[in-house]
C-alpha cells in the first residue's frame, strides 16, 4: 500500500503550494524566478520527480529562463509548458508544446509560419497575443513586406482557437474579416486588443436577411484600438457598434478619429461603458484626443439622453 506521500494526487496538491517565484531584493513590486525548493523536492523519489517535473515547467518566459537554461534542455520539456512567452530575445529553438493556456508572441524571432503552426497546436489558448516586427516599418513596408501565402497561413492560425477570453494583434495585415471570425470562434472572448496601420478592409456581413449587419459580440467587455482612423473611420464606427456590453475602450492611435462621431456611436450602442483611456498623449499631435475631450463629450450627449429617456450613464474615468 502507498504511502500518502506518495500519491500523486498529494504530491500535486503540495507542489502547487511551493513558490516559484519570489520578490526581488532590491525591487519589490517585482518578482524573480527561485525554483529552488521545488527542485529539491524533485530527489525525493522517482514519483515526486515524476509528478512535480511538470509544474517546474509550466511557465517558460524567455526573459527570465534564456541564458540561463540551455535551449536543448528548454526544447526537451516544452510538452510540459502551459504559459510561454516568446521575445525578440531568444533566439529559435523547437517547441512541442501542444496544450498551452496563454501564448504570448511578441516580437518573436520565429519565422511567422512557425507562429502560426505554433498557434494551431495549442487548441486549448486561453489567452493569445501575436505582435510580429513588422509593426516597427512605416505602412509603406509593411504593406510591401506581404506574403500572400504566409499572410494566410496565419490567418487560418489566428482562427483555429475556440476558448479565447483574450486576444491581442499587432500585425498589419489583420482585416476586418480575420477578426470577426475570431470573434465567432470565441463565444467568451472578453478582453481584445487590435494594433495595425494599414487598411482593415470592410466589416463582412451576413449573407442572410439581405445582408444585414454582423451580430452583436456581447462577451467583449474591453477593447484595445491602434488602428488607423483615416483609413479605417466607417469601418471602425460601424464595428464599434457591435459591442453592446463594451466597459473599457482603449484608443492608441486617435489621429483623424471624430470625437463627435465616436462618442455619439458609444452613446447609442455601448450603454454599459465605464471608461475610456488614451495612450500616447505626449507624443500625440495638435487635434488628437484625450480622455478629457470624449468624456466631457458624454456628458453633454448624457444631458441629451436622458431628456430622450435613454437612461445613458457615463461614469468619468478615474484619476
Not at 512557425?114 to 509603406?140: G, K, Q, S, Y
Not at 489566428?158 to 474579416?177: A, K, S
Not at 450603454?271 to 470624449?294: N, Q, S, T, Y
Request: proline share 7%.
Amino acid at each position: 500500500m502507498l504511502h500518502p506521500l506518495e500519491l500523486p494526487e498529494v504530491i500535486t496538491t503540495l507542489g502547487f503550494h511551493i513558490p516559484l517565484w519570489r520578490p526581488h531584493p532590491q525591487s519589490p513590486h517585482q518578482h524573480e524566478f527561485a525554483p529552488q525548493d521545488l527542485i529539491a523536492c524533485l530527489s525525493v523519489c522517482r514519483t515526486w520527480r515524476q509528478v512535480l517535473i511538470p509544474r517546474l515547467w509550466e511557465l517558460y518566459l524567455d526573459l527570465v529562463h534564456y541564458g540561463r537554461i540551455p535551449d536543448e534542455l528548454a526544447s526537451r520539456q516544452s510538452s510540459h509548458f502551459r504559459r510561454l512567452q516568446l521575445t525578440s530575445v531568444a533566439k529559435p529553438f523547437p517547441i512541442h508544446s501542444t496544450r498551452l493556456r496563454d501564448l504570448s508572441l511578441s516580437y518573436a524571432q520565429l519565422p511567422l509560419s512557425d507562429c502560426a503552426a505554433l498557434i494551431r497546436a495549442n487548441p486549448e489558448l486561453r489567452e493569445l497575443e501575436f505582435t510580429t516586427h513588422l509593426m516597427f516599418l512605416n505602412p509603406a513596408q509593411q504593406q510591401d513586406d506581404r506574403d500572400a501565402e504566409e499572410a494566410d497561413r496565419v490567418r487560418g492560425a489566428l482562427e483555429c482557437p475556440t476558448r479565447l477570453r483574450r486576444i491581442f494583434v499587432g500585425w498589419p495585415h489583420i482585416q476586418f474579416c480575420d477578426v470577426v471570425q475570431i470573434l465567432r470562434n470565441n463565444p467568451r472572448l472578453e478582453n481584445v486588443g487590435l494594433w495595425s496601420a494599414l487598411c482593415l478592409g470592410d466589416l463582412p456581413v451576413k449573407e442572410e436577411e439581405g445582408g444585414s449587419d454582423i451580430e452583436p459580440f456581447t462577451s467583449v467587455k474591453s477593447l484595445y484600438l491602434h488602428l488607423n482612423w483615416e483609413r479605417n473611420s466607417t469601418s471602425l464606427l460601424q464595428f464599434l457598434r457591435r459591442f453592446p456590453n463594451l466597459e473599457i475602450l482603449k484608443l492608441g492611435n486617435q489621429e483623424g478619429c471624430s470625437a463627435e462621431a465616436l462618442v455619439r456611436v458609444l452613446q447609442e450602442c455601448c450603454p454599459k461603458l465605464k471608461d475610456i483611456l488614451c495612450f500616447g498623449k505626449d507624443v500625440l499631435e495638435a487635434g488628437c484626443l484625450d480622455e478629457d475631450v470624449l468624456w466631457q463629450r458624454f456628458k453633454r450627449l448624457e444631458g441629451e439622453a436622458v431628456g430622450s429617456g435613454c437612461g445613458f450613464v457615463a461614469v468619468p474615468p478615474a484619476s
